[in-house]
């Protein structure tokens, strides 16, 4: 029989934009969690959703399992070093930031030899398409430990993707997010293109979105693209990292990336011109520099596809 869902003592470590939304969803789900962050502002508004918020990181040590939503590898170090600092252990940790093969091999040794289960499981989404329900996960780890977690990942969206042991999923986020960065700046080639040529940006992406060549991704970008609207979903710093990280790998399995390898210097452009405080998209506003023209917001309504 397993553990009824409210018996189980979860950790959080990280409310930023999506450690945030995901906490939010299983405080709201019923769960018994307890959330720390480095700024502690940042995780106080969980707690009208019956979140406890702690001051200090080892204070989750005693929960049963501890998820983890930071930065970089670095940053996962770092917390999880104070988490173990005393003398307790969660029997779990859930680490979900998109980090390195090498980095989660280094957390798995380390959780292991305190015997700690791990699952590695980054994520597909942003903080609005948690709100609406449909982030996905990749995992890997021992498999029994993956069916215990289920449950909590289920709770957070669309449901998990199992790929097997070790850091196998770590790949597959780094896959999935070279190929964000590449389609996002093929997208905005397009646009303006077609918007040079004559076509308004919504008239484009209108059509494009309704074709085959439209996505789930392609729709929900379109109001910024359309509309100029780029409050940070995803950091150009952030999308960096994740481009040196497929490009990293490409060289250790000897697998040429040319289109990684463009993108990532162009994202590299965009953050010498200064451009680091907005979303990744603002990759249009660079093409549009590069193409003679002036942006300007078109003003229209357009659906996201995640609004209901
Ligand atoms: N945003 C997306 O669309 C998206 C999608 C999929 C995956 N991801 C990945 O998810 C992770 C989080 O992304 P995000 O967009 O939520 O980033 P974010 O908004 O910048 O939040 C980062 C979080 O990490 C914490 N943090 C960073 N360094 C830390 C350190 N050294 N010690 C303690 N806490 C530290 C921050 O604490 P403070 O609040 O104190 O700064 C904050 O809670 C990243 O690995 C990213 O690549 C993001």
Known sequence: MPTPIKDVKLGWIGTGRMGY???????????????????????EPLAKYGAKVVDALPELASRDIVFCMVSTWEDVKEVMQRLLSGSRKPKMVIECSSISLEGSAELRKMLQGRGIQYLAAPVSGNAKVIEAGKLTFVVSGPQPAYEVARPYLDMMGVGSSYVGDGELSRIVKICHNVMLG???????????????????????????????????????????????DFHVTFTPQLLRKDMDLGLDAGRRFEVPMPL?????????????????????STLLLMQA???????????VAVNDGLSS
């Open 182 to 228: 590449v389609v996002t700046q093929s997208l905005c080639e397009i646009t303006i293109l077609a918007q040079k040529a004559g076509v308004p940006r919504h008239a484009f992406l209108d059509f494009l979105n309704k074709s085959v060549m439209g996505s789930m991704f392609s729709r929900y970008k379109a109001p910024a693209l359309v509309n100029l």
């Open 289 to 299: 520099r590069a193409s003679g023209i002036e942006l300007k917001p078109e003003n």
């Open 21 to 43: 939304q995901m906490a939010a969803r299983l405080a709201k789900g019923g769960c018994d969690i307890a959330l720390w962050n480095r700024t502690r502002a940042k995780a």
């Open 260 to 280: 990684a390898a463009l993108t990532r210097d162009l994202i590299q452009q965009m953050l010498g011109h200064g451009m680091t405080e907005q979303d990744f």
